[in-house]
């Protein structure tokens, strides 16, 4: 438990940080802004208490904000997230002995994770890039900025799954 507890709080130190000082400054085109903070929301171990996995999601979304000045659009966005997966998990057929304390690509395997990452990857930039935009005649752009960003985020975090996963 506390090697767990460890593993989380050194996830959630280093996305931020990498976040904050280095990706909030990188947009490409204006359409690509990765958003890999969201990997932690998305790595936080099966069973944790759904309440938890909210006030972790928040707090995650608003150490963003606080960096970033967008009064509460990834508090927002991470919230969101932190439920869909939620329900997402709580409907999956496969269980925790199979897949392993904690969301990977090595223990779940290359599809399901895949699915996994872009569908809540999606939804949190949806939810922000709206949020962002609110305005329906901005709508075409906000809905291009987010498919874009988000294809780049789960490519990112695709890399990482493979290039610093633990071996069997």
Not at 5 to 32: A, D, P, S
Not at 40 to 51: A, D, E, K, M, V
Not at 76 to 105: I, N
Not at 117 to 140: N, Q, R, Y
Request: charged residues 10%; positive net charge; proline residues 3%.
């Amino acid at each position: 438990m506390l090697k767990d507890l460890r593993t989380i709080l050194f996830r959630f130190i280093i996305l931020l940080v990498f976040q904050v000082v280095v990706l909030n400054h990188l947009h490409i085109g204006g359409y690509f802004n990765p958003y890999v903070y969201v990997w932690f929301i998305l790595f936080l171990p099966y069973r944790i208490h759904p309440s938890l996995l909210l006030l972790l999601s928040f707090l995650t979304g608003i150490v963003v904000d606080l960096f970033s000045g967008t009064l509460g659009m990834h508090a927002f966005a991470c919230v969101v997230t932190g439920y869909v997966r939620y329900l997402m998990l709580k409907s999956a057929t496969a269980t925790e002995h199979d897949r392993g304390r904690f969301p990977s690509m090595r223990k779940a395997g290359f599809k399901w994770f895949f699915h996994y990452t872009a569908s809540l990857v999606i939804v949190h930039h949806l939810c922000l890039f709206m949020a962002e935009s609110a305005d329906f005649g901005d709508l075409p752009s906000a809905l291009l900025r987010a498919m874009c960003s988000a294809v780049l985020t789960v490519a990112f975090i695709l890399a990482c799954e493979i290039l610093f996963s633990e071996s069997a």
